[in-house]
Nanobody, 119 residues
């Protein structure tokens, strides 16, 4: 069973930076995608950024150029560096691991960490 633990959320002023970390424990299938999603009150959960085990990254349009995702495959960890934060980035951020197996995809989620950006 895979468990994900996030850390690094908090309160920051607009224009500031935060760094979110996600540590995965347990056995993870070697072909996988790690990603960050966020959900603001009254809105659907949306993709922030993702990175596959080979290193290819994908970003949501609203965070391109401001956020950077990275991972350490040996340690099963992932980091989201968030710069130039805006009030609209306020949300609960969730770590996700999607295993891509022959039987189909399987998702694991962290408990979420709150990010609040004040104006």
């Amino acid at each position: 069973q895979v468990q994900l633990v996030e850390s690094g959320g908090g309160l920051v002023q607009a224009g500031g930076s935060l760094r979110l970390s996600c540590a995965a424990s347990g056995s993870i299938f070697s072909i996988n995608v790690m990603g960050w999603y966020r959900q603001a009150p009254g809105k659907q959960r949306e993709l922030v950024a993702s990175i596959i085990s080979g290193g290819l990254t994908n970003y949501g349009d609203s965070v391109k150029g401001r956020f950077t995702i990275s991972r350490d495959n040996a340690k099963n960890t992932m980091v989201l560096q968030m710069n130039s934060l805006k009030p609209e980035d306020t949300a609960v951020y969730y770590c996700n691991v999607r295993e891509l197996t022959e039987l189909g995809p399987k998702d694991y989620w962290g408990q979420g960490t709150q990010v609040t950006v004040s104006s």
